[in-house]
């Protein structure tokens, strides 16, 4: 999966490549752009007009449905979204010829590059906790150091908690745990108990 998304990025950065110096060179009218099977005139690669799509390139492509219609319809390179049908009087017979076929699992593929993108995301936050779940840290939290941090942070807020400025600060909160045992004082905020579990909680990490 992994090695099909880079692929596809790789002949995507490859088309927008090839577009800005098409548009450098404009008579060079017989080159033509590759895009996985077949290959795709300067006519059917265009930056994205979609307004539900956020990806700069989409390309003119064959779609043949199960009973045998065909549409041509403009596909997004990078998540497989689709435009509506667009009417062959507007296309020339060059480029439905030399339309590629549809490709109805790139927007699958998408989907499980985000989703795994999301769950590596997910990892280095949890691998980030490590320190705090360690006996290392559980000992730091009761060292001078601490005290001494924990002190300025609340005494920043004025003892109020930086959540719902609206009960006492009682617990110093971790913002990253980049610099554990030698935070900056910007990385520490002061909260009171109920939005601390609430925090860790909506983060899914046990207080």
């Known amino acids: 999966m992994t ?3 880079s692929d596809l990025t790789a002949r995507i950065v490859q088309v927008q490549q090839q577009l800005e110096a098409s548009r450098a060179n404009p008579y060079a009218t017989g080159a033509s752009l590759q895009l996985g099977s077949g290959s795709s005139t300067r006519e ?3 930056p994205s007009e979609s307004p539900d799509c956020c990806h700069p390139l989409e390309e003119l492509r064959r779609r043949t449905f199960s009973n045998g219609t065909v549409h041509y319809v403009r596909q997004c390179l990078s998540c497989g979204r689709a435009s509506n049908a667009i009417a062959r009087r507007q296309l020339s017979e060059e480029q439905m010829q030399q339309a590629p076929d549809y490709d109805e699992q790139l927007a699958e593929r998408y989907q499980a590059a985000c989703l795994e993108e999301r769950r590596r995301k997910l990892e280095r936050r949890r691998a980030e906790l490590e320190p705090w ?3 290392e840290y559980r000992d730091y939290l009761q060292s001078p150091r601490w005290a001494v941090l924990r002190r300025r942070v609340i005494e920043r807020a004025g003892g109020v908690c930086e959540g719902c400025r609206s009960r006492a600060a009682v617990n110093v909160h971790h913002l990253t745990y980049s610099h554990i045992f030698h935070e900056f004082l910007w990385e520490l ?15 899914g990490w046990a207080t």
């Not at 002061?190 to 909506?202: F, G, I, P």
């Open 44 to 46: 059917n690669l265009k």
């Open 3 to 5: 090695d099909s998304v």
């Open 189 to 203: 905020v002061a909260v009171c108990r109920e939005c601390h579990e609430r925090y860790h909680q909506l983060s």
């Open 133 to 135: 779940r360690s006996a």
